[in-house]
């Protein structure tokens, strides 16, 4: 099985920055597209950011300019830096990860998400 565990979250004032991480852990082979998602109260879950295996990202417009997703293969770990923090910002923040593992018999490749993080920004 594989675990995905986000770590970062907090209370921010408006303007400020964090860094969140998403560590990937298990018998993991390799790790294709990852990407960060959040979910406001009373909202439905929405992109963020994704990453490919090879760098390449995309940003929700709303975040174009603010922050920066990464990753490092070697660790089986995505990043994203968020600056200028808004109100708006404040959701649980999800990683997902398309992952490859061994699941005791070959290779198995599923979609998985983290339990979330919550980020918190007050104006």
């Known amino acids: 099985q594989v675990q995905l565990a986000e770590s970062g979250g907090g209370l921010v004032q408006a303007g400020g920055s964090l860094r969140l991480s998403c560590a990937a852990s298990?018998?993991?082979?390799?790790?294709?597209?990852m990407g960060w998602y959040r979910q406001a109260p009373g909202k439905q879950r929405e992109l963020v950011a994704t990453i490919t295996r090879s760098y390449s990202t995309n940003y929700a417009d709303s975040v174009k300019g603010r922050f920066t997703i990464s990753r490092d293969n070697a660790k089986n770990t995505m990043y994203i830096q968020m600056n200028s923090l808004k109100p708006e910002d404040t959701a649980v923040y999800y990683c997902h990860a398309d992952v490859t593992y061994y699941n005791g018999i070959g290779l198995q490749t599923d979609g998985s998400w983290g339990q979330g993080t919550q980020v918190t920004v007050s104006s």
């Open positions: 298990g018998a993991i082979r390799s790790i294709g597209a």
